[in-house]
């Protein structure tokens, strides 16, 4: 490694070393082998004893020419590869992907029942992400015992994703202007609003344990804090932008929304101190915000089921980690289930016309009018946004990838400036990245 890789830098403000003894500079790597390193990153650290003066990222060698690939095949071929790329998140980089299609085919229904499924699944895409990103925080720090009980419930998201499309992770299961809504049964609706019951119970087990932790406030609060202006200069989106005050969720954007989310009770969180403790309440609040979004879409779809009536009064979120929650719940009222389908027999293939249509139309793909599209939806790392340009055929001229762990991961240097390196991890471990994702 060459030793003079930093000598062209120097700090804008010198370190009070209170006449002590002259601290000898010395270059030391991080990763990619340590465990928090999220698989490939590799950091080249300057020290200046224990603290960080000046960080080289290298993010490692997981290009698979991701947007090249998707330029090459039709657009329904396009999208299992944005499963590829966050692969906690997959559902909500589908979503992006179909708004930017549907966006060009000039396809908007907002009170199909699809759009409506898809909410309910991208806001499981969420608690399945902050689940991984709060556990895998939480042991990188140094508490072990909340990445049990996130794995379990994450378990349970993933058998939902496997069946509505048989895959755990990369599900493949939106399609543009369109889903596949065979598999959304009431015994489906009827486990997710299970889950979402007792997952408050889960999450409030996570909460009291990190509380009673006494190191998990040390290492976090204060720790890499952020500023408004900062964010808007690195491009910082989702919970790095809201945990410094910038009120800003696509969601909640009235140019920006999608989906039904407008027509919705949704509520967005901000921090005021823009360190990695709000990052973290902020994820913690999401989640609980999720459930009460799966809840309100679920009445909307006007499915319930026996034993279990969810009455029509708002709850706050301030109150989920009480018993409050249950106040909401009425069990004494017998339920009428409202079928979503006719029949739960599948109708394909009852022809040979039929199959001929089906293998037509997938392996030809469809044929988009020309135009240029920017699409972009409230991931659960931040904005990811699809661009797409459309040439009149049936592939994509030209498919851009905007992912919001590019933008954090570049945002490192400057955060970890003047810390210890010990708060190295707990900063990249706030940041919630995944690398496959960065590099595509």
């Given amino acids: 490694m060459n030793k003079d890789l930093f000598n062209y830098w120097k700090p804008d403000v010198a370190l009070n070393l209170n006449n002590a003894k002259e601290l000898k500079k010395f270059n030391i790597n991080f990763g990619p082998q340590h465990p928090a390193s999220h698989g490939v990153l590799r950091m080249i650290l300057q020290m200046r004893g224990e603290v960080v003066e000046k960080i080289d990222t290298h993010i490692g060698l997981l290009h698979r020419g991701s947007e090249k690939l998707i330029e090459d095949k039709n657009y329904l071929l396009g999208l299992p590869y944005f499963d590829r790329m966050d692969y906690v998140s997959v559902l909500s980089q589908e979503h992006a992907y179909c708004l930017a299609i549907e966006s060009l085919l000039k396809a908007n229904n907002y009170q ?181 979004i799966i809840l309100q879409v679920v009445q909307k779809l006007n499915i319930t089921y026996n034993k279990v009536n969810f009455k029509k009064t708002s709850w706050k979120a301030s109150n989920i980690f009480t018993n409050n929650f249950y106040n909401y719940l009425d069990y004494s009222k017998p339920a009428t289930v409202k079928p979503m389908r006719k029949s739960n027999q599948l109708s394909w293939y009852v022809s040979m016309e039929e199959v001929i249509n089906h293998f037509k139309y997938y392996s030809e793909g469809i044929t988009v009018p020309k135009g240029l599209t920017y699409r972009s939806v409230e991931a659960p790392k931040g904005e990811f946004a699809v661009t797409l340009v459309s040439d009149g055929t049936n592939k994509p001229y030209r498919c851009k990838v905007r992912s919001p762990a590019y933008y954090h991961l570049q945002a490192i240097a400057p955060m970890m400036q003047g810390h210890f390196f010990a708060d190295l991890v707990t900063i990249v471990g706030s940041q919630d990245l995944v690398l496959g994702e960065i590099d595509r």
């Avoid at 999450?203 to 190191?215: D, G, P, V, W, Y």
């Fill in 112 to 292: 199909a029942e699809y759009v409506q499924v898809r909410v309910i699944f991208d806001e499981l895409t969420r608690v399945l992400n902050h689940l991984l990103a709060v556990s895998t925080h939480s042991l990188d720090v140094g508490c072990m015992a909340p990445m049990f009980w996130a794995f379990e419930e994450r378990e349970k998201i993933m058998e939902f994703y496997e069946r509505v499309s048989g895959a755990r992770m990369h599900a493949a299961f939106y399609r543009p202007n369109d889903i596949s809504i065979n598999y959304i049964t009431n015994e489906l609706i009827r486990d997710i609003l299970l889950f979402s019951r007792m997952f408050l119970k889960r999450l409030a087990m996570i909460e009291n344990k990190l509380q009673m932790t006494s190191i998990w406030k040390y290492r976090l609060v204060n720790v890499g804090i952020l500023s408004k202006q900062f964010c808007n200069s690195w491009g910082l989106t989702g919970v790095l932008a809201r945990s410094a005050g910038i009120s800003r969720d696509i969601r909640l954007s009235y140019s920006e929304t999608y989906a039904n989310y407008y027509f919705l009770n949704v509520r967005s969180f901000i921090g005021s101190n823009g360190d990695c403790y709000d990052r973290y309440l902020i994820r913690m609040r999401e989640m609980v915000e999720s459930i009460h």
